[in-house]
DNA sequence: TTAATTGCAAACATTTTGCAGGTTC
DNA sequence: GAACCTGCAAAATGTTTGCAATTAA
């Protein structure tokens, strides 16, 4: 049996420090757990998967570190689902699908949808971003 | 002073039973409240407007109505904001400005976007339809 | 008169908060 | 050692549910 201790890459805490985040165990375990791959995942669901590694975190900490994650850049909020909030780790401009059936949210990237009208925004505000989200169901 | 008894238009029955929905005093004032004309609303503001005019509706009864609204086809859920699920009179389909500052939702006609490509759905799945969100912030 | 509907209060699920104790620089 | 961070438990929010009383067909 092979024990694994602290087997994470060196790049991590450099990651977090470049975003202005002090590198704690329990951010640096998070992103470990969540960063380096595209994914959605949700406050539970990295709860749980913090908990399978022997690594659980309080849901405090979990949250606080996903909404400073939100805030630095490093995770975008997907909100298809009126009952929690998704975390994408993909954080350049992409679209979805929303299988309405399974929940599941997957990504679509950018080049794959054109658009080529869109009204200007109302008086006195400015856009932010589109967001496109092509609702599925199983056949 | 005027006093108002059932001020309401005569189609509203009609309308309700014409989508098998048994019109009830509270889904009769519900349905007068909200449809009719375009606008977005979350329970809360529903419950709001009720009570204002004198016509409080139990919470379960109001939620009770609107997921029945939702499912005769006779209103829409939008899901922006994670907290709160919010309805939308507006059941065709089109599209949405989100102001985050504001949390405002305004309606964009389906013919003001073209999406001239868009990828097919996964296997398995097939698509239900597009959402466009277009996310502004105030000036 | 039988089934459907309502309303209350309690239950739920997700997220946030207050604060005491720990950690970091 | 000062500021920041964590974790617990409790609070807050939005929504759902169980069930007895009421209303509708």
């Known amino acids: 049996m092979t024990i694994m201790i602290s087997a994470q890459p060196v790049e991590i805490p450099g990651m977090l420090e470049a975003r202005g985040i002090s590198a ?7 992103a470990r757990v969540l960063l380096g791959k595209a994914q959605h995942v949700t406050a539970e669901q990295l709860m749980d998967e913090l908990a399978l590694h022997g690594q659980a ?42 299988n309405a059936d399974s929940g599941q949210l997957s990504d679509i990237p950018l080049e794959e949808v054109a658009i080529t009208a869109l009204p200007n925004p109302p ?9 496109v989200i092509v609702r599925i169901r199983n056949r």
Chains 1, 2 share one sequence.
């Not at 849901?59 to 998704?86: I, Q």
Request: aromatic share 8%; no cysteine.
């Open 24 to 30: 704690t165990r329990q951010r640096r375990e998070i």
């Open 57 to 98: 975190i309080s849901k405090a900490t979990v949250y606080n570190t996903l909404k400073l994650f939100v805030d630095k850049g490093l995770l975008r909020e997907v909100h298809v689902d009126a009952t929690r909030t998704v975390y994408d780790t993909t954080t350049t401009p992409h679209h979805h699908f929303y």
């Open 123 to 131: 008086e006195g505000t400015v856009s932010e971003g589109v967001d």
